[in-house]
């Protein structure tokens, strides 16, 4: 099975060449996706001299979201498999052959990677507040709890950037979003189709807003505001 690789980035200067090197040395059969979303610190120009056959790279004129990205990904993604795989290095792509293995067993067609998991072996063998720091902690207790309560997700980390999909149930959910409320939307819309959520431990690496941390207070407000939603519409 082919695993489409979309990433999304914004003003990744930093990091986006090393997290290509560690998307690249994952030995699977694999397509990568790298939308730009109008980046002015040399992310852009980065990869606009990349000319790499296993890299499509596609470009926004103007700054949308995160999420925006993530759907230009989605629409052009060829494989059977669909992850988001983020421009930094919190999440490490080692992973990706534990999160694709209960879809290509057929397991589920939706994998969450999980910081929390309830089961014993968490790779990090951290405390939770050594993994996020307290307001994050505290917000992604927030979303999980009301995924749990309004989805009946039965889920420890909804907010986890690691989201694995079978491509065509992902492609089907007729998403919207465009800054950062994509998790809860997908969230949302898998729950509600009555797919289960299956999820697999993974390890993490935090970074801070002065290592370039875009998402703050407001977004969780919004993905709060996002998981509310669209328990009564569509
Ligand atoms: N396309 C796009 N990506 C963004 C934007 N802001 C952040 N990102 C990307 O989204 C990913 C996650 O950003 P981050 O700030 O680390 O938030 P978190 O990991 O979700 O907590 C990174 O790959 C960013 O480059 C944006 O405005 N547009
Ligand atoms: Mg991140």
Redesign the pocket.
């Known amino acids: 099975m082919k695993l489409s690789i979309i990433i ?3 003003n ?1 200067k930093k990091t986006i060449d090393e997290i290509i090197k560690r998307v690249k040395a994952v030995k699977i059969s694999k397509e990568i996706i790298i ?1 730009d ?1 109008f980046s002015t610190d040399g992310t852009r120009e980065f990869l606009k001299n990349l000319h790499d056959p296993q890299i499509k790279t596609f470009f926004h004129k103007k ?4 999420s ?2 993530v759907r230009v990904g989605i629409k052009e993604a060829k494989g059977d498999i669909i992850i988001i795989q ?3 290095l ?1 999440y490490d792509p080692k992973d990706y052959s534990k999160l694709i293995k209960p879809i290509e067993q057929g397991k589920s067609k939706v994998v969450y990677g999980t910081r929390f998991p309830k089961k014993k072996g968490h790779p990090s063998l951290l405390h939770p507040y050594e993994i996020l720091s307290n307001p994050f902690y505290f917000a992604n207790k927030i979303l999980t709890t009301m995924a749990n309560v309004l989805y009946n997700a039965h889920i420890t980390d909804e907010p986890t ?1 690691y989201k694995v999909f079978d491509a065509k149930v992902l492609k089907s959910l007729n998403l919207k979003s465009e800054r ?1 409320e994509f998790c809860p939307e997908v969230t949302a819309k898998v729950r509600k189709k009555g797919y289960k959520i299956y999820e697999v431990p993974i390890s993490y690496n935090p ?1 801070t807003a002065e290592e370039g ?3 703050n207070f407001k977004d969780g407000i919004e993905a709060i505001w996002t998981l509310i939603k669209y328990r009564f519409i569509n």
């Open positions: 999304p980035a914004y990744e939308v979303d700054n949308h979201g995160k925006h990205g983020d421009a930094d919190e950037c950062f970074r941390k875009k998402i």
